[in-house]
């Protein structure tokens, strides 16, 4: 069996190729051990290519000799198979962030990339925020809890500033994340609002940054990947609506999260 594998900060994306399609499974980068268990028992013999920061000490776990390439690359390599599998055209030229632990943004022109920018608020950020705001750790708890809350209740938009009075700009703009101190003050919010208005901020400034970027390199779509897209429909919608605003075509992979995975199996 052909096997590739992004091993991240936060989880290992495994891509493998079985009876001619591809299969997706992850573990969590702190059960590395698992992981290369799970590989060593499922498959006989296999070919391994591993990309991603953590690709030297999974393959130290593997009893056979994997090849080992840059992520950037297989990233890219990944994003451009699963968008033409999945009939999204995304262009010869193209940015995409990868929406990781952390974040980073890469221009693709013909083929190759280049890493254009990044930023430390990522998916680490959503889980670092929601613990010290709410106590809660797991991931899947934060982004359903987030789902059901309401985050007029946490942010300031431009149309409470301009009471009554018509504002230049559309009023449904956040104009401070966070920023409804009075209100925050007299009665704290529910967690879920708390939530809901954490991904806001981590999609606004993402978004934000990311369409820029792709301003200043002329790319017209943006492909957002990384897993913390992954049972968060919020933080897809959230950038959906203000990189449309924008004038940027956002463009959102199914398995995504697995394009350095899928790079690296290709790369094979
Ligand atoms: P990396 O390659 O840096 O590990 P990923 O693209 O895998 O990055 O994204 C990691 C982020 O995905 C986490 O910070 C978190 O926000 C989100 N995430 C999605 N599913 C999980 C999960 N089961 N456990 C922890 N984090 C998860």
């Given at each position: ?150 985050r007029?209740n946490v942010d300031l938009k431009v149309?409470d500033i ?12 956040t104009a401070s994340n966070f920023g409804k101190t009075e209100a925050i003050v ?11 208005a954490?991904?806001g901020f ?67």
């Amino acid at each position: 069996a052909k096997i590739g594998i992004d091993a991240g900060g936060t989880l290992i994306k495994i891509a493998y190729c079985q009876n001619g399609s591809i299969n997706y499974r992850s573990f969590q980068s702190k059960s590395m051990e698992e992981a290369a268990l799970w590989i060593t028992q499922h498959f006989e013999n296999p070919t391994i290519c591993i990309t991603g920061g953590k690709s030297e000490v999974l393959a130290e776990k593997l009893n056979t000799q994997p090849k080992i390439i840059l992520e950037f690359d297989a990233t890219a390599q990944g994003i451009t198979y699963l968008a033409s599998r999945q009939q999204q055209s995304i262009g010869n030229n193209f940015l995409f962030v990868n929406v990781g632990t952390g974040t980073s943004m890469h221009y693709v022109q013909n083929g190759r990339q280049e890493r254009v920018g990044g930023s430390g608020i990522g998916g680490g950020t959503l889980l670092g925020l929601a613990f010290l705001m709410t106590g809660i750790q797991d991931y899947e708890q934060i982004v359903q809890n987030a789902a059901e809350g309401n985050r007029e209740n946490v942010d300031l938009k431009v149309k409470d500033i301009f009471e009554g009075a018509i504002p230049p700009i559309s009023g449904d703009l956040t104009a401070s994340n966070f920023g409804k101190t009075e209100a925050i003050v007299s009665e704290r919010p529910a967690d879920e609002d708390i939530l809901a208005a954490m991904i806001g901020f981590v999609g606004e400034v993402l978004v934000t940054i990311s369409s820029q970027m792709a301003g200043q390199y002329d790319a017209d779509t943006i492909v957002y990947v990384g897993s913390s897209f992954r049972s968060n429909p919020l933080l897809q919608e959230i950038i959906e609506m203000y990189a449309g605003m924008i004038g940027k075509k956002p463009v959102f992979l199914d398995r995504g999260e697995y394009s350095g995975a899928v790079g690296a199996l290709l790369a094979l």
